[in-house]
């Protein structure tokens, strides 16, 4: 009997048939300065293996002690989650040979997580909230990093040699696991995006972590099984590994559910593996076959001691923690005024802090959200960068409306200001100046170049005269043409009808 197949089934279809049950693993790399259980750098960038030392490569005799700051993150992002903390947990190994482990075990949890039993609203593009139940956050380790080299595709199977930088082995993790995401049906794939959008949000909130799910801060393994309608037992589940962006979630959970439909239509049985996702085709292929729970041998680790936080301790951290993410956008969205759609893309855009903080900085948040929605994210486009990663910070764009408002620049040359921040050029007041981009509001110089686009257009004028008003648009856009776009177009267009001796009334 097939286990596997090339074919895929419409998405339409697998859905009429078979109801998708989901299982999201996120794994999040916590801020901290040093490992998890030793004192290396956990600083991005640094030589191959040049973090490293004789506790996270487990040399002989070499003992772990538990990162503070650690622990302190973990519980914050178990009370974020609105788990329950436990009051006595420890770590255990997770043994398997492997090479990105020098030790040959992973430090984690097994039965005692540090967090369990919680839960996070997400909400959809269309406004629906879902709630997905949380199973446990857990602390461990990361493991190091593999380079396959001499193959085709980057991956082991084909290369003729491997390189192992253990920097990142130790770094310290947290794994949340939800439990089984039932009754999402044909928007599981949507339930999936917004679920680890929501969860990034959360964890940037509470500053234990920055989230860069491009660099790796933040990894979805995603679990997918199908079910016929009606049976309450789940089918045999893939995990889709390590996916490091939203749009790539969801697309994985909908690839999978149209192979598991095409393997079930054709007889086939699913086999319980990791796959790998393939950023350019969509599509995921097969890892290896995935092994149980009792497959690792867990056992408590002996070298550490268990960890009791005191409920003190707890609910102080508690009392510390941020307003919950969709919390705090429903009530921006309510301050602002806009709506559920305008806020969805501001968050796509990961324009909601940036936006708060120039408004902090003195702009209204109309203007604040016109320029990052509008020639800040066109510009982080074109330059393939996050808006946050822009070098203008919202201060300097809170500059640029105080220029606006005042009437020194209009927005033309508000754009050209930006253009010069992002360019290196200096501070708005410094491009302004450089540029010499300030609105011309002497009125006589105005008036001089009103009364020359006059006298060079008299058909217009005489138009204008004869009270076709439409017409003033020409020569405002001659005055501006003689000005470089410096001048105020309201104001010019008033000095036109005044010099003609025409009324808008």
Not at 30 to 41: Q, R, V
Not at 145 to 166: E, F, Q
Request: proline share 4%; net charge negative.
């Amino acid at each position: 009997m097939t286990t596997t197949t090339d074919e895929l089934v419409s998405y339409e279809d697998a859905l009429a048939t078979y109801d998708p049950v989901m299982g999201l693993e996120v794994h999040v790399e916590l801020g901290t300065k040093t490992k998890m259980f030793c004192g290396c750098s956990t600083e991005l960038g640094a030589e191959p293996n040049s973090q490293t030392c004789p506790t996270c490569l487990g040399m002989p005799g070499a003992l772990p002690v538990v990162n503070a700051i650690g622990i302190e993150s973990a519980i914050k992002i178990g009370l974020a989650l609105h788990c329950e903390i436990a009051e006595w947990c420890r770590f255990a190994r997770k043994n398997y040979f492997y090479p990105d482990m020098p030790k040959n075990f992973q430090t984690s949890q097994y039965d005692e997580p540090i967090a369990f039993n919680g839960y996070l609203d997400v909400q959809l593009e269309d406004g629906e909230v879902f709630r997905v139940e949380i199973e446990r956050a857990h602390m461990e380790e990361d493991t190091g990093k593999s380079l396959h080299v001499g193959g085709a595709t980057g991956r082991i199977h084909g290369a003729s040699h491997s390189l192992l930088d253990y920097n990142r082995a130790g770094i310290p993790l947290i794994e949340i696991v939800t439990k089984p995401i039932e009754g999402a049906g044909e928007r599981a794939p949507e339930v999936a995006k917004a679920y680890v959008a929501e969860l990034r949000e959360l964890i940037k909130a509470l500053g234990v972590s920055e989230a860069r799910m491009e660099q790796g801060q933040m990894r979805c393994d995603v679990n997918l099984s199908l079910r016929p309608y009606g049976r309450e037992k789940f089918g045999t589940r893939s995990e889709t590994k390590n996916v490091n962006s939203l749009r790539s979630v969801e697309r994985a959970a909908r690839f999978e559910i149209q192979r598991h439909a095409a393997v079930l239509n054709s007889g086939g049985t699913i086999i319980q593996e990791t796959r790998h996702f393939h950023e350019d085709t969509g599509s995921t292929t097969s890892g290896r076959v995935k092994e149980e729970a009792e497959d690792y041998r867990y056992f408590p680790e002996p070298d550490l001691v268990p960890v009791a936080p005191s409920r003190e301790w707890v609910e102080e951290l508690r009392g510390g923690l941020p307003e919950q993410p969709l919390a705090r956008r429903n009530r921006l969205r309510a301050e602002w005024g806009v709506g559920a759609h305008d806020m969805q893309s501001i968050l796509n855009a990961g324009a909601i802090d940036l936006i708060v903080a120039t408004t902090e900085e003195g702009a209204d948040s109309a203007s604040a959200r016109k320029w990052w929605m509008g020639e800040l994210a066109r510009s982080a486009n074109e330059l393939g960068k996050a808006l946050e990663d822009l070098p203008i910070t919202p201060a300097q764009v809170a500059r640029v409306t105080a220029l606006v408002a005042e009437g020194s620049l209009n927005d033309k040359l508000a754009r050209q200001v930006i253009e010069g921040v992002l360019a290196g050029e200096g501070t708005p007041d410094e491009v302004v100046d450089k540029r010499g981009l300030k609105v011309v509001s002497d009125e006589g110089a105005l008036t001089a170049a009103v009364d020359e686009a006059i006298a060079g257009n008299p058909g217009i004028a005489d138009k204008i005269r004869g009270g076709k008003l439409q017409a003033v648009g020409a020569l405002v856009g001659a005055v501006m043409k003689a000005t470089r776009g410096q001048a105020d177009a309201a104001r010019v267009k008033e000095l036109i009808l005044e010099r003609l001796g025409v009324s808008e009334g």
